[in-house]
C-alpha cells in the first residue's frame, strides 16, 4: 500500500512537499513514480526515480522546479514542489514499479498506486 500526503492549498509561487509512505513492501527496490491528474485531463508522469537513485526524470513543465528524493530508512519518496503555479493543480499520485520496460513516465509501468492527494495553487 501507498499512501501520499502533503497536499493542499497554496498560493502561486509557493512550496508544498508531497511524501509517498510504502506499507507492506519495501520502496527500495522500486521505480517511484510521481503523476498527476488535473480534471477532464489524461494523468501525467512528473517525476521518477530509479530503485539505484541514479536515475530521474522530470516533465518538462517541472523542471527546475521540483525535485523528486528519496529515504530508504524511512521507506518513503519526497516531491519537493517549489515556484508552484496555477497549472501545478491537480490530485498527485505516487506510484511504484518493480520494472520499467520502457519509460517510467508511463502510468502503464507500475504495479501499485497510492490514493491521491490534492494540490491547488491558488490566489
Known amino acids: 500500500q501507498l499512501v501520499e500526503s502533503g497536499g493542499g492549498l497554496v498560493q502561486p509561487g509557493g512550496s508544498l512537499r508531497l511524501s509517498c509512505v510504502a506499507s507492506?513492501?519495501?520502496?527500495?527496490?522500486?521505480?517511484i513514480g510521481w503523476f498527476r491528474q488535473a480534471p477532464g485531463k489524461e494523468r501525467e508522469g512528473v517525476s521518477c526515480i530509479s530503485s539505484s537513485e541514479r536515475s530521474t526524470y522530470y516533465a518538462d513543465s517541472v523542471k527546475g522546479r521540483f525535485t523528486i528524493s528519496r529515504d530508504n530508512a524511512k521507506n518513503t519518496v519526497y516531491l519537493q514542489m517549489n515556484s508552484l503555479k496555477p497549472e501545478d493543480t491537480a490530485v498527485y499520485y505516487c506510484?511504484?514499479?518493480?520494472?520499467?520496460?520502457?519509460?517510467?513516465?508511463?502510468?502503464?509501468?507500475?504495479?501499485?498506486w497510492g490514493q491521491g492527494t490534492q494540490v491547488t495553487v491558488s490566489s
Open positions: 507492506g513492501f519495501t520502496l527500495r527496490y522500486y521505480t
Open positions: 506510484a511504484a514499479a518493480q520494472r520499467i520496460y520502457y519509460s517510467c513516465s508511463g502510468p502503464r509501468e507500475y504495479n501499485y
